[in-house]
């Protein structure tokens, strides 16, 4: 299957600031990647889907200006979370998607970054 | 429109008892089954899949998971748990369309003691 890696795995910010969080397959050409966030004891829930050379979509809730995608090459797409405040504070996974053979249908998970807002 | 459910929030079994987790699934196609394990602070791997081959799917750790289309089901099992099975786990349904992602449930914490 295919290996995700996410960059930074924790980080710190203070309230205002913005993060950019990196999502990177390294093995494997995604034209679609997922972006999804975890709050404490709770589930997934997709944030957007990310699509390589367009505009990502977004689910209904989720404030597109706040939460920046950019999927600018099939291995890597970026989660920047603007003017991030307390409550953003969530552990953010990224995922791609097998198209074909063995793996299709499949997603593949990053380890997941933990951001903490002050 | 899909849709999981996880009975239970929380299941707790002793050190070699039967771990039985329950999922049930709304699909209007059929469905795409999927069950994850997630250990604090990592990200999802996934256990096992269902891809409308057969209904018996065996994963990884010694799990194991039927689908039931009369019964919309698709539980996990494992006949023996052991303390490194502690951790959360999701079912997760998709419909199989490319570019669409996965639905999750809410996930069960499993409870494994000596």
């Known amino acids: 299957g295919a290996v995700v890696s996410q960059h930074p795995s924790w980080v710190i910010c203070k309230s205002g600031t913005s993060v950019k969080i990196e999502c990177r397959s390294l093995?494997?050409?995604?034209?679609?990647m997922f972006w999804y966030r975890q709050f404490p004891k709770q589930s997934l829930m997709l944030m957007a889907t990310s699509n390589e050379g367009s505009k990502a979509t977004y689910e209904q809730g989720v404030e597109k200006d706040k939460f920046l995608i950019n999927h600018a090459s099939l291995t890597l797409s970026t989660l920047t979370v603007t003017s991030a405040h307390p409550e953003d504070s969530s552990f953010y996974i990224c995922?791609?998607?097998?198209?074909?053979?063995?793996?299709?249908?499949?997603?593949?998970f990053g380890p997941g970054t933990r951001l903490t807002v002050l | 429109a899909q849709s999981v459910t996880q009975l239970g929030s929380h299941v707790s079994v002793s050190e070699g008892a039967l771990v039985l987790l329950r999922c049930n699934y709304s699909s209007s196609v059929p469905p795409y089954l999927f069950w994850y394990v997630q250990y604090p602070n990592q990200g999802l791997q996934l256990l096992l899949k269902y891809t409308s081959a057969a209904t018996l799917v065996k994963g990884i750790n010694g799990f194991e998971a039927e689908f039931k289309k009369s019964e919309t089901s698709f539980h996990l099992t494992k006949p023996s748990a052991h303390m490194s099975d502690a951790a959360e786990y999701f079912c997760?349904?998709?419909?199989?369309?490319?570019?669409?992602?996965?639905?999750f449930g809410k996930g069960t914490t499993l409870s494994v003691s000596s």
């Open positions: 995922s791609l998607r097998g198209l074909a053979g063995e793996t299709y249908n499949e997603q593949f």
């Open positions: 997760a349904v998709s419909d199989g369309q490319a570019g669409t992602a996965l639905i």
């Open positions: 093995d494997f050409q995604a034209t679609t």
